[in-house]
């Protein structure tokens, strides 16, 4: 009992009242408790170089999930990951776990195997070591609890008390996956799936079978000692905040505006008729970590992730002097986006050339570059306005123009390079020369003057470089128009074709953007 987990209750009345009834009931000190009953883990002080992080998670059938519509290995893969939450949120290392289940008449032993088998699939990434546990048998349904103990340095654990006035809030992903996922496997949604791209609902379905544990972001914040306090969110944004402002004794003021909502998520509530807010609000079993961060330490959370490789993406949710913040914050997030996708971009660049060897980084990478959580609409319109500053005659002044369309539109920074990297060392004489000639013939310029190497006075090289001004300037906007719409069509199909041969179910969505969609 020591997470004090939300978990639904029928004749007891409030859960957390009952926690805290039997805390005040059974508590009992001892100095070898640093933690108890209150956070997503006990602490306990079991040596001076590290101490004990223990959880645990009780599921039952009907309750926390269905067979009907579950595996039984993303049954257990949900279980596990819920325990490995506790452990993140913590900044801990999970260590050892133990699994107790309650086996009814029908289930079979090939289907506790395989329950064991999702188990596993989530701890072994961490190494985590399956030491025990208990069976029995039961009447009525499926029970599963699993205790898991970890690690931590001595006073460096995340709580959910450590939560001070003026801090900022920052969620490691979206929100409300989980929860659209979850929804679209009743019969009222799987009806309406059809409305969604096969794309998104493999995308949210993942995100509620196979939910992420946090536990590198986690031990990333307690490293560089960047967060006040931590929460996972199992119960949703809205009670799981409550629970860390309550411990805190502190309030907290989120702007609706800013939550995370993926595109995925998003698209499944305008095909539901639902507000994505909501969802994201309310929706539990994200498992993402939600975490405060004192005023000065801002900008170095900004830049530790880039430093450590670790690609994180931070989402702050609080908002002060609404309106002017929210245009700072979304400034901030969008010159952050374009620096994250650029660091992405050289380290996918680093791989190709042996500093790192498993293919599967690179893989990740390159679809971080590629925006492979962004629609392709999105992508490809980011590669036509590329194309189309690329071909523009406002040279000297491209990188400029990059760079404004990736913070006012928050669209890839990386597509808009690639598109004005077409005119390049190795094809800017074909294209100047293309440029005048497509130019001169719409405007009916036949006599091309030459050029008076003997007069190279300001005045001298002024009048006879005017005269090419004008049909460089329309040949131009023509080229770059016509590059534009060229290169969105192809790009999108390029994109369309390469996703669909290629799915991807990534559970790291890229920062959200308020501009164009």
């Known amino acids: 009992m020591p997470s004090g987990r939300s ?23 001892d100095r070898q408790v640093f933690k108890g009953i209150g956070d997503d883990t006990a602490i306990l002080k079991t040596s001076s170089d590290e101490w004990t992080l223990i959880t645990t998670d009780l599921l039952a059938e009907g309750v ?50 395989r329950l064991y088998r999702g188990m596993m699939q989530a701890a072994d990434p961490y190494r985590v070591c399956l030491v025990g546990g208990d069976t029995s048998a039961s009447r009525y349904g499926l029970f599963l609890s699993i205790t898991l103990t970890g690690t931590v340095q001595p006073r460096r654990a995340l709580l959910r008390s450590g ?12 929100l409300g996956d989980s929860r659209a996922g979850l929804d679209l496997l009743t019969a009222t949604a799987r009806a309406g799936a059809e409305k969604l791209r096969p794309t998104h609902t493999r995308f949210l379905l993942a995100r509620h079978h196979r939910p992420s544990a946090r536990i590198a972001e986690g031990q990333w914040l307690v490293k560089h000692g960047l967060a006040g306090a931590a929460i996972d969110l199992s119960d949703g944004l809205t009670g799981d905040l409550r629970h860390l402002c309550e411990e805190s004794g502190v309030g907290a003021d989120v702007l609706a505006g800013s939550l995370p909502i993926s595109p995925a998520c998003l698209a499944y509530a ?137 913070w006012a539109f928050g669209l890839n920074v990386v597509a808009l390079l690639a598109g004005a990297f077409l005119n390049n060392p190795w094809t800017l004489i074909p294209i100047l020369g293309g440029t005048y000639w497509t130019g001169a013939t719409l405007l009916g310029v036949h006599d091309f003057p030459s050029f008076d190497w003997s007069d190279l006075s300001f005045m001298g090289i002024y009048h006879q ?7 460089f300037f329309v040949g131009g906007m023509v080229l770059s128009i016509a590059g534009g719409l060229l290169a969105y069509p192809l790009a999108y199909l390029l994109l369309s074709k390469y996703r669909r041969a290629n799915p991807t179910d990534g559970h790291q969505p890229l920062p959200p953007s308020s501009g164009l969609r």
């Open 7 to 29: 978990r639904r209750t029928s004749s007891v009345g409030s859960e957390f009242g009952l926690i805290r009834l039997l805390q005040a009931q059974a508590a009992r000190p």
């Open 64 to 113: 926390h999930f269905n067979p009907a519509t579950s595996s039984y290995e993303d049954i257990g893969y949900r279980a596990a990951i819920a325990n490995l939450s506790d452990i993140a949120a913590m900044g801990g290392t999970p260590r050892f776990m133990l699994v107790a289940i309650a086996i009814p008449p029908t289930c079979s032993t090939e289907q506790i195997q």
């Open 163 to 174: 939560a001070r006035v003026g801090e900022r809030l920052y969620v490691t992903g979206t």
């Open 270 to 406: 305008l095909a539901h008729g639902r507000d994505p807010q909501q969802i994201g609000l309310q929706g539990g079993e994200d498992y993402e970590l939600l975490f405060t961060v004192p005023a000065p330490q801002a900008r170095a959370i900004r830049t530790a992730g880039g430093e450590d490789r670790l690609l994180l993406h931070l989402y702050r949710l609080d908002h002060s002097q609404a309106a002017r913040s929210a245009l700072a914050n979304r400034s901030r997030n969008r010159a952050t986006a374009a620096a994250h996708q650029l660091r992405t971009f050289s380290a996918a660049l680093l791989a190709i050339s042996g500093t790192r060897t498993s293919m599967a980084d690179v893989r990740s990478l390159f679809r971080q570059v590629l925006h492979l959580d962004e629609t392709p609409h999105r992508t490809a319109l980011a590669f036509a306005i590329g194309s189309f500053i690329g071909f523009s005659p406002a040279y000297g002044l491209h990188m400029v123009m990059v760079g404004f369309c990736a």
């Open 465 to 471: 470089v005017m005269p090419y001004a004008w049909p």
